[in-house]
C-alpha cells in the first residue's frame, strides 16, 4: 500500500459523496463537493491509493488566520493504518503555508485519542450552540 497525499488534490464528487456516506453512515448524497469546496474552503487533502480515493480531510478557514478541520474521512478498509493524521499532518502544512496561526477542530469523544494523540491537537475550552 503506497498512498499519497496531495493538497488541493483533484477529486470527483461521486467518489467523495461515496466516502462520505461511509464516514458518516448517511445514504450516499449527490452534493457538489467540487463547487462547495472551490468556495469555501482553504484547501482539503485527498489520500490516494493509485487512483483510489482512500481518504479526505476539509480545512475551512475564516480568510485570515483560523482554520478549520473538517470531515476527516478514511475509507473503512484503510482505517487504523496511520492515514487519518497523514491527511491532518498535510492540512496542518497547507494552513500553515497559508499563514494562518490556529488550526480548530471539534470532535465526537470517541476521536479525542485520534486527534489529541495521533494529530497533536491539545485541548481548550469552547463553547457550542447546537442550531
Known amino acids: 500500500m503506497t498512498i499519497t497525499y496531495e493538497w488541493r488534490g483533484e477529486f470527483e464528487n461521486a467518489p467523495l459523496n461515496a466516502l462520505h456516506a461511509e464516514g458518516f453512515d448517511h445514504p450516499v448524497l449527490d ?10 474552503s482553504l484547501g482539503w487533502v485527498c489520500a490516494r491509493d493509485g487512483g483510489d ?8 478557514w475564516d480568510g485570515g488566520v483560523h482554520a478549520f478541520v473538517l470531515d476527516t474521512l478514511v475509507r473503512a478498509d484503510r482505517r487504523h493504518r496511520g492515514i487519518g493524521a497523514a491527511l491532518v499532518a498535510a492540512a496542518v502544512e497547507g494552513a500553515r503555508a497559508a499563514r494562518c496561526e490556529w488550526l480548530h477542530v471539534d470532535f465526537d469523544d470517541e476521536l479525542r485519542e485520534f486527534y489529541f494523540g495521533a494529530c497533536g491537537f491539545r485541548s481548550t475550552e469552547a463553547g457550542l450552540i447546537a442550531l
Open 31 to 40: 452534493i457538489d463537493w467540487r463547487a462547495q469546496l472551490h468556495r469555501h
Open 53 to 60: 480515493l482512500v481518504g479526505f480531510v476539509n480545512v475551512a
